[in-house]
Nanobody, 122 residues
Framework: QVQLVESGGGSVQAGGSLRLSCAAS????????MGWYRQAPGKQRELVAR???????NYVDPVKGRFTISRDNAENTVYLQMNSLKPEDTGAYYC????????????????WGQGTQVIVSS
């Protein structure tokens, strides 16, 4: 089994910063993509940012230039540095990891964290 444990959420005023962390542990041979989704109240979950095992990144347009995703492959951890936060960034943030378990070849399974709340007040 694989567990993803998130930390770093909280409440900040607009313009502030937060750094989210997500550490994966358990039965892991390798991890391909890692990333962050968010879900605002009353809205669908959306991809915020993702990073490949090689370090290539993608961001949703509203966070480009403000958020930075990074990862530590040795620690199976992904980070999301969020700067210049806006009220519309408020929501529950979920990390995910495309995990390759031992003995499964190239097959990946998406694992999810429990979510961490980010509240940005104006």
């Amino acid at each position: 089994q694989v567990q993803l444990v998130e930390s770093g959420g909280g409440s900040v005023q607009a313009g502030g910063s937060l750094r989210l962390s997500c550490a994966a542990s358990g039965s892991i041979f390798a991890i391909n993509d890692m990333g962050w989704y968010r879900q605002a109240p009353g809205k669908q979950r959306e991809l915020v940012a993702r990073i490949t095992s090689g370090g290539s990144t993608n961001y949703v347009d509203p966070v480009k230039g403000r958020f930075t995703i990074s990862r530590d492959n040795a620690e199976n951890t992904v980070y999301l540095q969020m700067n210049s936060l806006k009220p519309e960034d408020t929501g529950a943030y979920y990390c995910y990891a495309a995990v390759v378990p031992p003995g499964w070849g190239l097959k990946t399974f998406n694992q999810w964290g429990q979510g961490t709340q980010v509240i940005v007040s104006s």
